[in-house]
């Protein structure tokens, strides 16, 4: 579902991602670790088609992103690390854009919003003004429109900040969903225990570079992610 | 801790001037210079009519009937207070009453009281700066023509009350930031309304203002000391006046009552900081009663996207589109005098001695259009709505950039709106003006076609320069509206073209018609228009694709 192959970003004589190579196949929620700078948010980034990358190639499903960014978008969402949405519109009316630009029809569009927006219980909320909203409020909302176009990739930096325990919660159910329809997760934290138990495969970055990568159980062994991790980052 | 307050505020008003966002560092040595001299330029040309008017008026007064002399100085200190309430009442709004960063300082270890004086300083400093550009102008006429009339106490009390008077300001700018707030906190949707009918009706009122003191400077002239009593009797003029030409005793009591009143706003507003910002980040819910049940294309969304932003800011509105609400008022002022127009004409082709009074007004006639060419450069100049659009997108810019559309039809999409907006207001108001100008049908029609031209022209020009200049790293969208460079960049080519063009038209009259000449120019502009749209399709997509 998205392919990732020697990609490298640098920023003037600092490189962020160093010739980094993921596959997230159709089924699997991939998770990304990194410490802070370590260039997860980069990542996310050029594979969303928002940040231009030096070396490499990305593909959605089989499309380049360099060749035909967007078509990959169509197939794709982007949640960033930050829910800064338009604070001019309500809630209905961004999700009713995210939707027109999409080609969400009407009935699929009302169907899904009443259906993640009633899970969420941000149901009475969205007529309001998102300048309105709390930070999680606002994770709500981005976390809906991404779901709104029944994406096939689902791509996330750092989703569970902001959001209370059982909107976490359906998130998780939610991401477990697409998967079992056929799609993919590929989503940034810092939390590894919700890592360690949702995560299918998880991929470990440092400075840029990959240090390890592949299923839970080949990551962490017998020991714990956190320790495998704080381990890993701890050698030079 | 002030000092680290100062420095950001300075830094948040000056931002523009000191610091490129697009490189991440301070702007020094003579690109720092340079835009100052742009925005001392710039500011100059606005208030340009002020200085003009301090000239005639001091010519009048201190030359003619240096017994009113006092008059003079009064009438500056209205002047210069009227243009300063206008030109920083919204800095007061937005830096006090509505700033973003309030709540986050207040969460930081420093008092209300230390956050309020390093913002109301700041404040202090913009209105300083608008009192200055105009009573500067009134006391150096003054030095010019009259230097008998000045005292050296007189100069003490002209250094200490322009200081005084923008304490002054300050409290009247305090107050209307405060009702502005008011009103703005309680009236929810009607919010950008009711700022923008406040706004133009204080911009209305300042005009009734200046058109009553254009009929005085007339009676100025005629029965100047029937004028200079008047004055006389609204006692701040008066007192700021004798003060300006040394009375100890006017310039004492004038400048205690400044200082009192800045004390007295600083009170009150330090009493009342913490609930006014408390009460004004609420954010109220706005119900919709009716959804709209239609799909639409993206195209559409997003026009409607950039619909629903400038509605949502009356600063957007006021800023980029002023020119607009009173260009069809232009257009109906002349229909209306229609027939003044015509006499003046009239008496314009009788006055010469050297061509029969038909061939002046043929000339006339033929170079109407043309000067109706020249006043749409200047005033679509000014109202660019593409200017900031770019801007305005901050860091939510990201959202466009992950969605599934290509970049150029985001930008066609700011094109569009301005078109959608500016359009008719300018056609509308060309067509009332080409009837009020009594213009032959093939002169209405090619500068009805040439206003269309102008505003698509601005539209593309100004969303040019803000892919070109963008500035994304705001913390409050007035930034990106009020410091913006490409805003600047569209003013100054409104203010300047008309100048080349009329100089260019100078040289080559003899050799082209002016009907001629405006089709040259409208096909010029219409190369640069698509010379423009070529490089947004391409490289200006490219850019805004990647700009963060």
């Known amino acids: ?236 | 801790m002030i000092k680290a307050l100062l420095k950001k505020q300075l830094n948040e008003l000056f931002s523009m001037l000191f610091y490129d966002r697009k490189r991440n560092r301070r702007v020094v040595g003579g690109k720092a210079v340079l835009y100052i001299v742009l925005y001392i330029l710039l500011f100059v040309m606005v208030i340009g009519y002020s200085s003009l008017m301090a000239v005639g008026l001091g010519f009048n007064y201190l030359v003619v009937t240096s017994e009113f002399a006092w008059a003079y100085y009064g009438m500056g200190a209205i002047a210069a207070m009227t243009i300063a309430i206008i030109g920083s009442v919204f800095v007061t709004y937005n830096t006090v009453y509505k700033a973003r960063d309030n709540e986050f300082l207040l969460s930081l270890p420093i008092t209300p009281s230390k956050l309020l004086f390093t913002k109301l300083l700041s404040v202090w400093l913009s209105g300083f700066m608008w009192e200055s550009l105009v009573l500067l102008p009134f006391l150096v006429v003054s030095y010019i023509l009259a230097p008998g009339l000045i005292t050296p106490l007189g100069i003490i009390f002209q250094i200490l009350l322009w200081l005084g008077l923008s304490f002054v300001i300050l409290f009247l700018t305090a107050i209307l930031g405060w009702l502005i707030a008011k009103i703005a906190t309680h009236m929810g949707r009607y919010k950008t309304l009711i700022v923008v009918v406040l706004f133009l009706a204080g911009f209305v009122g300042y005009m009734v203002l200046i058109a009553q003191l254009e009929n005085g400077i007339g009676t100025l002239f005629e029965d100047p000391e029937a004028v200079a009593q008047g004055f006389g009797n609204f006692i701040p003029a008066l007192a700021f006046g004798k003060a300006c030409l040394g009375d100890a005793l006017y310039g004492s009591i004038f400048f205690l009552i400044c200082a009192a009143l800045l004390a007295l706003v600083y009170w009150i507003l330090s009493v009342t900081f913490t609930n006014i910002i408390k009460s004004g980040n609420k954010g109220k819910a706005i119900r919709i009663n009716k959804r709209e049940e239609k799909q639409s294309s993206a195209m559409r969304a997003l026009i409607r996207r950039e619909f629903k932003h400038y509605l949502s800011n009356p600063m957007y509105i006021l800023n980029s589109s002023l020119g607009y609400i009173f260009l069809p008022i232009i257009g109906v002022l002349a229909v209306f005098n229609r027939a003044n127009i015509q006499n003046v004409i009239k008496v314009l082709a009788a006055s010469s001695s050297e061509m029969p009074p038909e061939a002046i007004t043929q000339l006339i006639s033929a170079l109407l259009p043309v000067l109706v060419f020249f006043a749409l450069m200047l005033l679509c100049g000014m109202s660019v709505i593409s200017a900031p659009s770019v801007s305005l997108e901050g860091k939510k810019i990201s959202i466009l950039q992950s969605l599934p559309i290509s970049m150029k039809q985001v930008l066609w999409s700011k094109i569009a709106f301005h078109c959608i907006i500016a359009m008719p207001f300018t056609l509308i108001s060309t067509i009332l003006v080409s009837i009020g100008l009594s213009l032959d049908v093939p002169n209405a029609i090619i500068v009805t076609v040439l206003a269309a031209v102008i505003v698509f022209f601005f539209g593309v020009f100004g969303l040019a320069c803000n892919v070109k200049w963008p500035m994304l790293n705001w913390k409050n969208e007035n930034i990106a509206l009020k410091q913006s460079m490409p805003i600047l960049f569209c003013m100054l080519v409104g203010y300047i073209s008309p100048i080349a063009l009329t100089v260019l038209y100078y040289f080559i009259s003899a050799f082209i018609p002016p009907f001629l000449y405006l089709i040259v120019i409208g096909a010029v502009l219409g190369l640069l228009s698509w010379l423009l749209l070529r490089w947004i399709n391409t490289k200006g997509a490219e850019k805004f694709q990647y700009l963060s």
């Open chain 1, 1 to 236: 579902m998205l392919l990732i192959e020697n990609l490298t970003k640098t920023y003037g004589e600092k490189k962020a991602v160093d010739n980094l190579s993921i596959h997230i196949a159709p089924g699997e929620i991939y998770g990304f670790i990194g410490h802070n700078g370590a260039g997860k948010t980069t990542t996310l980034k050029a594979c969303a088609g928002i940040l231009q990358f030096d070396n490499g190639e990305i593909f959605v499903d089989g499309t380049s992103m360099k060749k035909d960014p967007i078509a990959c978008k169509k197939k794709m969402a982007y949640i960033p690390d930050n829910p800064d949405l338009y604070d001019f519109m309500t809630g209905l009316q961004y999700l009713d854009f995210i939707a027109d630009v999409y080609g969400v029809s009407i009935e699929e569009r009302k169907e899904r919003i009443h259906k993640y927006a009633s899970a969420f219980e941000l149901e009475k909320d969205l007529p309001a003004l998102i300048s309105s909203y709390s930070h999680g409020m606002k994770q709500k909302l981005a976390i809906i429109s991404a779901w709104i176009h029944n994406p096939k990739l689902i791509m996330m930096d750092e989703p569970f900040v902001g959001l209370d325990p059982k909107a976490a919660k359906l998130l998780k159910d939610m991401m477990r969903e697409v998967c079992d329809n056929g799609g993919a997760i590929f989503f940034s934290t810092h939390v590894l225990e919700v890592a360690e138990k949702l995560c299918d495969k998880v991929a470990i970055i440092k400075k840029g570079e990959l240090i390890r990568s592949g299923t839970m159980e080949e990551v962490k062994g017998d020991d714990s992610l956190e320790d495998v991790f704080l381990e890993l980052e701890a050698e030079k």
